[in-house]
């Protein structure tokens, strides 16, 4: 936000009329004693914005940035989401295996009650169906990662949407939406989960992440109204109404921007619920039915349910995984709230 | 005080009007249209017909609505397409199973999670603080089916400690009243089926009670660490209190406001892992009905009224903690 009291008065050429500050009068039109004392006031001001200027403020953002390296427990948070994206993306160079293949060598071997175990060419076995289950495991981080993010950027939008929405206008508008969250979060999550597949005739990938987005929208509009309700009041929200700035303006550049970091903190711990829920859903049956796809909740919560006497690592793996990444997310959330907010420091 | 339960009463009614809706949307639009998701596969064009008479699905929408609501005031939910039983009855046997373990899971997580918070408040940045928050984070992060599984392999594969699913041993001649069984056994003096039913609760519960547990510590801790810096706790000190005195009546009084709030919300996630955890042990409460409700044939009069009776649960729950605020704290009387 560029600063209204210095801008005009900071090297604004004489001569040509500076577009930002269209409330200055030119020089000329003022009474004599009046320009004095403008001149005079203006002189101070500049010497004030000098004085900050040379100590060079830290944003609240990069002040926070600083906060959260020196946190240790959110820089562990935050290696192991890296490491979870690394692994993501170079997914199909570090598998050994094509994660959808079924080989001939685990295929014979596997009965009712035997699922193939390590082998040199399979470190961690086959899966039932005569899979690498390594390959499966990296493949997996990706849909893994596909499904939370995904289902997080969708509730996140939604929410923001309306919670801005309620922030915004406040008065009926807010009161209508409102009313609207407090019904869905009267729903325990996973029951509305399950309500809203069961509206899909065939579930599939998109009905989960679907399903878990909407769950988490009263969560993240009911935060960001909060917040928006408490600019609405603020200083800067005040002067720049008193400015003439435009009711969108406010809300969208001075409201918004400043209500919108506790969203992405909980964007961050929804990251890690998000992927929980998802294998819940698998796990009662209602995710994805594609048994092509590797998607950790998928495995924990089909082969590794079904198959957990016989070969209980198959619930292991997907299972650590996981908790391993849930943990990053959630420790990384945690610390950045701790950045933004210091005085939450626990 | 009056005014204040009014209103709350008033929000209440507008949040079950308002969910009545949603789920009179929700059932119109299930997959196949309300009748086929009602019929499922007892649909014949005589009994199609029937039904669009009797729910009144010729009549204009808000007549629907109203009769749909009729329905709901009057705890008419139809019958169940599984069994063929009223809803009410099929939900009622499952109801106190639930209450059971819900209710022995929320006794965990405050038995252990208050005294554990505190302890780690005062001990705070010292090992036994530091173990706890990694716990605590440790049992948001694990998925409770898994920690259920892993549970019931340790204690009953391996060890033989507890039975491995069910509420009662088969054989057990138990006598059913409130079809709690541990509060039957202790009414009717059958107190070995009393020791039977809380020796099949124990690994449920716990296995439930992960997630509230964690939420519960936390919220203790954090909420006696702002009261430890109050001035008031300083001056108990000075004035040569027993810290006995100190812990009960000025600081955990005070913090424990928030934690009761916590409790409240917590029901919400209770119910959630309760799907989870009765399918692990086969626990036969609302859970189990809700996965039966949709993976054998989706039995959709069974889901909605348990849809409705979930936040029903929850409303009344919440309202309840909001006026026993009242009690715990006089400032709120005076609001």
């Known amino acids: 936000m560029s600063d209204p009291i210095t801008r005009p008065t900071v090297g604004a050429p004489r001569e040509s009329v500076d577009p930002s500050a269209v409330t200055e009068k030119p020089e000329g039109t003022l009474p004599r004693g009046l320009d004095r004392l403008g001149e005079r006031k203006r002189a101070r001001l500049e010497q004030l914005a000098q004085a900050t200027a040379d100590k060079g403020g830290v944003s609240l953002v990069r002040d926070a940035f600083r906060r959260l390296r020196r946190n240790p427990t959110a820089m562990v948070g935050a290696a192991i989401v890296a490491l979870f994206v690394l692994v993501a993306i170079f997914a199909p160079l570090l598998a050994p295996h094509d994660p959808a293949q079924r080989f001939d060598e685990l295929t014979r071997n596997l009965t009712v009650d035997n699922i193939p175990g390590a082998s040199s060419e399979f470190p961690l076995g086959s899966d039932p169906l005569g899979r690498d289950f390594l390959s499966r495991m990296i493949h997996g981080s990706r849909q893994t990662l596909f499904v939370g993010v995904l289902a997080t950027l969708i509730g996140l939008a939604l929410g923001v949407l309306v919670g801005a929405l309620a922030g915004a206008f406040g008065g009926w508008v807010d009161n209508i939406l409102m009313r609207f969250t407090d019904v869905m979060l009267a729903l325990p999550a996973l029951l509305l989960a399950i309500s809203l597949v069961a509206l899909a005739s065939r579930s599939s990938q998109w009905t989960v992440i679907l399903a878990v987005a909407i769950v988490n929208v009263p969560i993240f509009a009911r935060l960001l109204r909060g917040s928006m309700l408490a600019q609405r009041e603020s200083d800067h929200v005040l002067a720049a109404r008193a400015l003439g700035v435009k009711r969108g303006a406010i809300v969208l550049r001075h409201m918004l921007p400043n209500a919108m970091t506790a969203v992405i903190v909980q964007a961050t711990l929804t990251l890690s619920t998000a992927i929980l829920e998802a294998a819940s859903l698998s796990f009662l049956g209602l995710g994805d039915p594609d048994i092509n796809r590797a998607e950790w909740g998928l495995m924990l919560g089909v082969d590794g349910q079904r198959y957990f006497e016989v070969r209980p690592e198959l619930a292991y793996f997907p299972a650590a995984a996981i908790i391993v990444v849930a943990l990053g997310f959630t420790l990384l959330g945690e610390g950045m709230r701790e950045a933004i907010d210091p005085k939450s420091r626990r | ?335």
């Open chain 2, 1 to 335: 005080m009056l005014r204040v339960i009014v209103r709350r009463l008033l929000q209440l009614v507008v949040t079950l009007i308002g969910l009545s809706a949603l789920v009179f949307v929700w059932l119109r639009n299930l997959p196949g249209g309300p009748i086929e998701a009602l019929l499922g596969e007892r649909a014949t064009p005589e009994r199609r017909a029937l039904l669009v008479k009797a729910l009144g699905y010729d009549q204009p929408i808000l007549v629907q609505y109203a009769k749909f609501m009729q329905r709901l005031v009057t705890g008419d939910f139809g019958n169940s397409i599984r069994s063929g039983d009223p809803v009410t009855e099929v939900i009622g046997r499952a109801f106190p199973a639930t209450v059971e373990l819900a209710a022995a899971a929320m006794i965990i997580a405050i038995g252990l999670g208050v005294p554990l918070g505190y302890l780690a408040a005062r001990h705070r940045g010292r090992l036994l603080d530091n173990l706890s928050i990694g716990g605590t984070l440790l049992g948001i992060s694990i998925p409770i089916f898994f920690l259920g599984y892993l549970l019931k392999d340790v204690f009953t594969q391996n060890m033989h400690l507890f039975p491995p699913s069910g509420r009662i041993s088969t054989g057990m001649d138990n006598t059913d009243v409130t079809g709690f069984f541990v509060l039957d056994g202790l009414l009717t003096r059958e107190f070995d089926a009393t020791g039977d039913a809380l020796w099949h609760l124990i690994l449920p519960a716990v296995t439930l009670a992960t997630i509230p547990l964690a939420v519960v510590v936390r919220i203790t801790r954090a909420s006696v660490l702002d009261v430890l810096n109050e001035d008031f706790v300083r001056t108990a000190e000075a004035k040569g209190l027993r810290h006995k005195t100190i812990r009960g009546r000025h600081i955990l009084r005070n913090a424990l406001l928030p934690v009761v709030t916590t409790i409240g919300l917590q029901t919400g996630a209770l119910l959630s892992g309760a799907v989870l955890t009765e399918r692990v042990y086969n626990w036969g409460g609302l859970g189990t009905l809700i996965y039966d409700s949709i993976s054998g044939g989706r039995d959709y009069p069974v889901l909605q009224a348990l849809i409705l009776l979930a936040a029903l649960v929850f409303v009344v729950v919440n309202l309840l903690v909001d006026l026993s605020y009242a009690f715990i704290d006089p400032r709120v009387r005076v609001r």
